[in-house]
T-cell receptor
Framework: GAGVSQSPSNKVTEKGKDVELRCDPI?????LYWYRQRLGQGLEFLIY????????KSGLPSDRFSAERTGESVSTLTIQRTQQEDSAVYLC????????????FGPGTRLTVT | AQSVAQPEDQVNVAEGNPLTVKCTYS??????LFWYVQYPNRGLQFLLK??????LVKGSYGFEAEFNKSQTSFHLKKPSALVSDSALYFC???????????FGKGTRLSVIA
């Protein structure tokens, strides 16, 4: 079956612009996660959704970052007024529910802020 | 708070030799431990997990990991490395079912023919 998909695969934007990153989870997966992976770094947890609800937003780096999920499906991660330090690969993952042990990752969106 | 450490940024091993990628963790309760692998330009793939039971866990592609509670370690191993095993490996931990995974910084494995 189809895995987790993310779009765009690559995004180059100018400093100060807003960007939207999209994640399509595996059908039927109620939990969805966003991570950030900076060059040479590990995965930094940003936010997760159980259904359409995001119980813990404390991982978001600043108030320029927001995420939403509608219909227990697609999620978008929005970064407003992008800064160069936002350059990273943004990974999305999904699982059956938040208690599930295995997360399935998408290929990521590589964001470059110039 | 839960945390995980991968003390080696890079591991080099000759093809056919055994490999070990190290991971230590810190949690307040019983750990749920995971290994993921990331091939170039691809997303992370699940390799194996330890939840409970036998300390030696077998996973995909011939990998295994040993849970050692006294040493708070969960090292990834493979008896005979392949060039195709070259990738970035991440250890991850969660201490309860309802907490997010915390990932290590990753270890880059290079298997040399």
């Amino acid at each position: 079956g189809a895995g987790v998909s993310q779009s765009p695969s690559n995004k180059v934007t100018e400093k100060g612009k807003d960007v939207e990153l999209r994640c399509d989870p595996i059908s039927g997966h109620t939990a969805l996660y966003w991570y950030r992976q900076r060059l040479g770094q590990g995965l930094e947890f940003l936010i997760y959704f159980q259904g359409n609800s995001a119980p813990d937003k404390s991982g978001l780096p600043s108030d320029r970052f927001s995420a939403e999920r509608t219909g227990e499906s697609v999620s978008t991660l929005t970064i407003q007024r992008t800064q160069q330090e936002d350059s990273a690969v943004y990974l999305c993952a999904s699982s059956l529910d938040f208690r599930s042990y295995e997360q399935y990752f998408g290929p990521g969106t590589r964001l470059t802020v110039t | 708070a839960q945390s995980v450490a991968q003390p080696e940024d890079q591991v080099n091993v000759a093809e056919g030799n055994p490999l070990t990628v190290k991971c230590t963790y810190s949690v307040s309760g019983n750990p749920y431990l995971f290994w993921y692998v990331q091939y170039p330009n691809r997303g992370l793939q699940f390799l194996l997990k330890y939840i409970t039971g036998d300390n030696l866990v077998k996973g995909s592609y011939g990998f295994e990991a040993e849970f050692n509670k006294s040493q708070t370690s969960f090292h990834l191993k493979k008896p005979s490395a392949l060039v195709s095993d070259s990738a970035l490996y991440f250890c991850a931990v969660r201490d309860r079912e309802n907490t997010p995974l915390v990932f290590g910084k990753g270890t880059r494995l290079s298997v040399i023919a």
